[in-house]
């Protein structure tokens, strides 16, 4: 393999141990200091509605970031794990939202980058490097969650998360100065067919709502376990650990199965937040994390094989699942806060699950049962979205102008009432 190949397989090696401890441990850490499920809820909503206009931005303006991919590549990269690794101390220093959203908002560009920079590599090279990469991952991944349990559980207090994101920046940083070896080729901006156009279309909301229901129930399980149950911080890490293992093997399994496989997949999916919120004992969570991993698991490789097929954009393609993912975290957090109750969010995480496998069923032809009416209703599906997208856009830009109208007529009424005013108290 070439260098530029190695580094970055060597970098998900690193990362994946960075990203295992501070993106599970951020929900336990939350709860433990006192938020509720409600307040974590909020404070993702907000760290994701200005990731989801970061990932816009940085669609829109995508031809400034492809001057230097490896310049701000670099930048966000290390940002990154420079906000998550502070994420502990900000909470003594009362700025702990800020710096949560600050770390949420630099995981877009950076998704976005890499793997824009990986598409840079010759065609023999890209498979190799994203299966190296997965695997390594996987495998760091499951030393961060054991790291990560044997660190809540000898080390008492809220210095033991500091300890651990202070050892998950290091090690993220040291990823992020292997970039620096990078060579990375440059990216062209590539025209898209209407055919193409249609496929990411159905598959964007395919997607976008199949993750807003694994967003909610990846916020809202852990804090439900030491909150309502009562389990301690490391049972929780525990958890996430045993899902980490089980994406480790389930891949193996469907792999090799076909489309028609992954609606099972997506159906069990949509099972387990029943069992999550109807299970009182929090030791049955274990079998339940492994039901609910090695499902989600299969729904996120039948996304992958159907992002593939759109592969021949790969400038828009990555900046698709950035604001695809960021959109999702945005839509599942308000749908959670808008329902407010505990039993309710997951009975919504549930729903979308099988909205999600209704689209797939419907509007996408791998997956459908009659393919040639699948290919009929993805068009009707593509057209309608469109069509509403167009005609929202249009609506909130009349409202908009109709609105700073008003304000301006509004402002212009108190100013002359004012000089009015002045007016008659100087003549008197």
Not at 68 to 73: C, M, P, Q, T, V
Not at 100 to 126: C, D, F, G, Q, R
Not at 277 to 297: D, G, M, R, W
Not at 343 to 367: D, H, Q, R, Y
Request: charged share 10%; glycine share 4%.
């Amino acid at each position: 393999m070439k260098t530029d190949g190695r580094v970055f397989v060597l970098e998900a090696l690193m990362a994946g141990f960075y990203v295992n401890i501070t993106r599970s441990i951020a929900p336990i850490f939350l709860a433990s200091v006192g938020f509720t499920i409600q307040e974590i809820v909020k404070i993702n909503l907000y760290a994701y509605l200005l990731a989801t206009l970061i990932a816009y931005v940085s669609f829109r303006f995508r031809h400034i970031l492809l001057k230097d991919i490896k310049k701000f590549l670099v930048i966000f990269h290390s940002l990154e794990r420079i906000f998550w690794g502070l994420i502990p101390i900000s909470y003594f220093l009362n700025i702990l939202p800020i710096c949560y959203t600050l770390a949420v908002l630099m995981t877009v560009p950076t998704s976005s980058l890499i793997s824009l920079a990986i598409y840079s590599l010759e065609t023999s090279e890209i498979k190799r490097t994203l299966y190296l990469r997965s695997s390594l991952g996987s495998f760091s991944n499951l030393i961060g969650s054991i790291t990560s349990i044997l660190v809540l559980v000898s080390i008492s207090g809220v210095e033991k998360y500091i300890f651990l994101y202070a050892i998950a920046a290091s090690v993220g940083i040291i990823s992020s100065v292997l970039l620096t070896m990078a060579d990375i080729g440059a990216i062209r901006i590539t025209p898209i067919d209407e055919e193409i156009r249609i496929r990411s279309v159905n598959v964007f909301l395919f997607l976008v709502v199949l993750s807003s229901a694994t967003a909610i129930v990846g916020a809202i399980w852990t804090p439900h376990l030491i909150w309502n149950l009562h389990a301690k911080d490391y049972f929780a890490a525990l958890l996430s650990m045993t899902q980490t293992a089980t994406t480790i093997v389930a891949p193996i399994f469907w792999a090799k199965r076909s489309y028609g496989s992954y609606r099972i997949a997506i159906l069990t999916a949509s099972i387990t937040p029943f069992l999550i919120i109807l299970t009182k004992q929090p030791e049955l969570h274990v079998p339940i994390a492994i039901l609910y991993a090695f499902s989600t698991n299969g729904s996120s490789i039948l996304a992958s094989f159907l992002f593939a097929e759109l592969s021949k954009a790969r400038d828009v393609l990555a900046f698709f699942l950035a604001f695809a993912y960021a959109f999702s975290q945005l839509l599942g957090m308000a749908l959670a806060l808008m329902v407010g109750d505990i039993f309710k969010m997951f009975i919504i995480a549930s729903a979308l699950f099988l909205i999600a496998l209704t689209i797939s069923l419907l509007a996408i032809p791998e997956v459908a049962v009659d393919v040639e009416k699948a290919k009929v209703y993805s068009r009707i599906v593509y057209n309608v979205t469109i069509s509403g997208y167009t005609f929202s856009t249009t609506v909130a830009k009349e409202t908009a102008l109709l609105a700073l109208r008003l304000s301006v007529l509004f402002s212009v009424f108190l100013l002359l009432t004012f000089l009015y005013r002045v007016a008659y108290y100087l003549s008197l």
